[in-house]
Nanobody
Framework: QVQLVESGGGLVQPGGSLRLSCAASGIMFSTHDRGWYRRAPGKQRALVARISFGTATDYADSVKGRSTISRDNAKNTVYLQMNSLKPEGTAVYFC?????????WGQGTQVAVSS
């Protein structure tokens, strides 16, 4: 059984930090591209950050300089460190693993940025 489980979400004040984790099981995703996406209230799911199997990274303009995506292939886990969080970051965050037609999604973890 293949599953991706996100964790680390929660309520944080503006300017605070969170580290999201996504642990995978059932398949080793060492050669998959990995990514974090988010769905804000009333909006479609959008890319936050992604990291290739070769560790090249790509970030949405809205989070550049404030977020860092990383992966630990031995743990089959991808992380998203988010600093200087803004209210606009409030969303459900999903992790992804992708390789051609082999694509998987987690169920998401809620992040709320509010004072």
């Amino acid at each position: 059984q293949v599953q991706l489980v996100e964790s680390g979400g929660g309520l944080v004040q503006p300017g605070g930090s969170l580290r999201l984790s996504c642990a995978a099981s059932g398949i080793m995703f060492s050669t998959h591209d990995r990514g974090w996406y988010r769905r804000a209230p009333g909006k479609q799911r959008a890319l936050v950050a992604r990291i290739s199997f070769g560790t090249a990274t790509d970030y949405a303009d809205s989070v550049k300089g404030r977020s860092t995506i990383s992966r630990d292939n031995a743990k089959n886990t991808v992380y998203l460190q988010m600093n200087s969080l803004k209210p606009e970051g409030t969303a459900v965050y999903f992790c992804n693993a992708d390789h051609m037609c082999d694509n998987y999604w987690g169920q998401g973890t809620q992040v709320a940025v509010s004072s």
